[in-house]
């Protein structure tokens, strides 16, 4: 009598290769999915810390005075990590390039527009990112650009 020999067929091999690359490959697509929604989610917090910074800066610039000038509004950038908080037009070689995007504004209209004597100046902040894609649709309104953005209101005293 002879005997079979016991083991996987070769169809059976292929089947399993194949079952477990495709569960790699699934496993790559979501993590890839993951790690950009991490970094997201890192940018949009850094984003939100950027509140305070921006406020410091302002209260830099009103030099004591209230309000110093600022209802003009003024433009802001600040490198991936939300340091180096700088004017959009200061340029320094040593700083990280600009990532953040940042828009200080008064409000135009009441109740939050700054009327003489009163001891608050509320201002509205837009912080966008990326930098490069900022200027890119500032450029162009029509342009496609994968921006994203978050919105709060700083209001400043009397130093």
Do not use: C
Not at 61 to 76: C, I
Not at 87 to 113: C, N, R, T
Not at 138 to 156: D, K, M, R, Y
């Amino acid at each position: 009598m002879k005997s079979r020999a016991q083991g996987f067929s070769l169809v059976e091999v292929i089947i399993a290769i194949a079952v477990a690359g495709g569960a790699l490959a699934v496993i790559l697509a979501l993590l890839a999915r993951l790690l950009r929604a991490t970094e997201d989610a890192a940018d949009h917090q850094t984003a939100l810390r950027l509140a305070g910074a921006v406020e410091l800066r302002l209260y830099e610039e009103m030099g004591g005075a209230f309000p110093g000038g600022l209802q003009a509004g003024r433009v802001f950038v600040a490198d991936k990590e939300g340091a180096n908080l700088r004017g959009e037009l200061e340029s320094d070689a040593v700083l990280a390039p600009a990532y953040f995007h940042i828009a200080v504004s008064p409000f135009a209209q009441s109740p939050l527009a700054y009327q003489a004597g009163r001891g608050v100046l509320p201002l509205r902040v837009r912080v966008s990112w990326p930098y490069s894609a900022v200027l890119s649709a500032s450029g162009n309104p029509s342009a496609s650009v994968n921006t994203q953005s978050v919105e709060f209101i700083v209001t400043l005293t009397p130093p």
